[in-house]
């Protein structure tokens, strides 16, 4: 085997993308790798083309500039190049370019290697995304932590206030009303219909108060779900625990007239009893928002026992979701919503995983979203 063949053999055998070219950007050859990834019948038809030809305007001016530095350095250099693989795919390549001499150490040309790293750099990039997703969980955990605090405070103060006058302010309007009547002081004082708004201002406050509370502890939840474990998981009914969820949940006006639960069936469930309740309160606080916002809309829930896993629905029928948010709709940090944090599905998801279950939705734009929580039956304790 002469030299010519063995070369042959190696530029064929290599598994690099390998070209030479002059300094005047003419292409002198080629191996096969590259012919079928420029979409050329074999590496010959490359022989005195060059960048424009074969990669267009665009990509060819950034070949060039390269080419420039190892022309004008004398000095082999290594690049990241944006281009298409063989199927016509947008990849990344790193290439190493080696000036190419003549017998008076003139550069003449030059001959480049190169390799699809689009792997790698997905893989980059992803480690780069999850540590950016790392970084704003901590920054919410420390905000989320400052800002509860900073609420409940006030909230503690609030409440008490409330205690006192929720004691006194009764027997206050009663003697404001028993004046009245004796005509000791002007009936015009206090409107009738302020006087009835006053009646129920401290309930009022109370369901704020509890709004906000639960809504923290919400927050809260949804932010620290990474440290969740399952040292105090048992075997809780989940019936009762849908009936406590809507006793709890701070409904505000009108809201609890659109959820409709059906009590029967049920089953129960290996996990925790607060984390399921935080589970549906944040499936809760969605529907309710997207209801509100196109004015229309009701919310199922409802059971499905089996023989080997058990499954909960919970279906509203507002606007529905577009497939781009259904299939993004457990990432973290995504949300449609200016407001929302793009943590509590992912807490949600996170939290019935730790049950050993599922969590997925089906929607039709315009007509529902539904979710199914799927548990395997409880055979026996844990």
Request: hydrophobic residues 40%; aromatic residues 10%; charged residues 30%.
């Amino acid at each position: 085997m002469d030299r010519h063949d063995l070369i042959k053999i190696l530029l064929k055998e290599l598994p690099w993308n390998i070209y030479w070219k002059t300094r005047e950007g003419i292409y002198e050859g080629c191996n096969d790798r590259v012919a079928k990834i420029l979409g050329l019948a074999n590496a010959r038809e490359i022989e005195g083309k060059n960048d424009v030809d074969l990669l267009g305007e665009e990509l060819a001016s950034l070949a060039r500039a390269n080419d420039k530095q190892v022309f004008e350095t004398g000095v082999e250099q290594s690049f990241e190049e944006f281009g298409f693989d063989e199927h016509g795919e947008p990849c990344y390549y790193l290439t190493h370019k080696k000036p190419l001499f003549d017998v008076n150490g003139t550069v003449i040309g030059l001959v480049g290697i190169s390799i699809d790293i689009s792997d790698k750099k997905e893989i980059e990039s992803l480690k780069v995304e999850k540590e950016v997703i790392q970084q704003k969980v901590q920054t919410l955990k420390v905000a989320a932590g400052s800002i509860a605090h900073e609420l409940r405070t006030p909230l503690a103060s609030i409440r008490f206030a409330i205690a006192g006058l929720k004691r006194y302010f009764p027997k206050l309007l009663s003697g404001y009303k028993k004046a009245v009547e004796a005509e000791l002081i002007q009936s015009e004082l206090i409107r009738k219909e302020h006087l009835a708004s006053l009646e129920t201002v401290v309930p009022r406050v109370e369901r704020e108060i509890k709004y906000a509370n639960e809504f923290i502890n919400l927050m809260l939840a949804n932010i620290r779900f990474e440290n969740l474990t399952r040292d105090n998981y048992n075997t809780v009914e989940l019936g009762s625990l849908l009936l406590e969820v809507l006793e709890d949940y701070p409904f505000n006006d009108g809201e609890i007239g659109v959820v409709n639960l059906a009590h029967e069936p049920s089953f129960r469930f290996w996990g925790h009893r607060s984390h399921m309740k935080n589970v549906l309160f944040n499936l809760l606080k969605n529907a309710l928002f997207f209801i509100k916002r196109c004015d229309k809309g009701q919310i199922q829930i409802w059971c499905e026992p089996g023989e080997k896993v058990n499954k909960l629905y919970f279906k509203d029928t507002s606007q529905g979701m577009e497939e781009e948010t259904i299939s993004k709709i457990f990432e973290e940090f995504y949300s449609k919503r200016s407001e929302g944090t793009g943590l509590g599905l992912t807490f949600c998801q996170k939290v019935i995983e730790s049950f050993n279950g599922t969590i997925s939705v089906e929607s039709v734009l315009g007509e529902y979203t539904c979710f199914c929580i799927t548990l395997p039956v409880v055979t026996e304790p844990h």
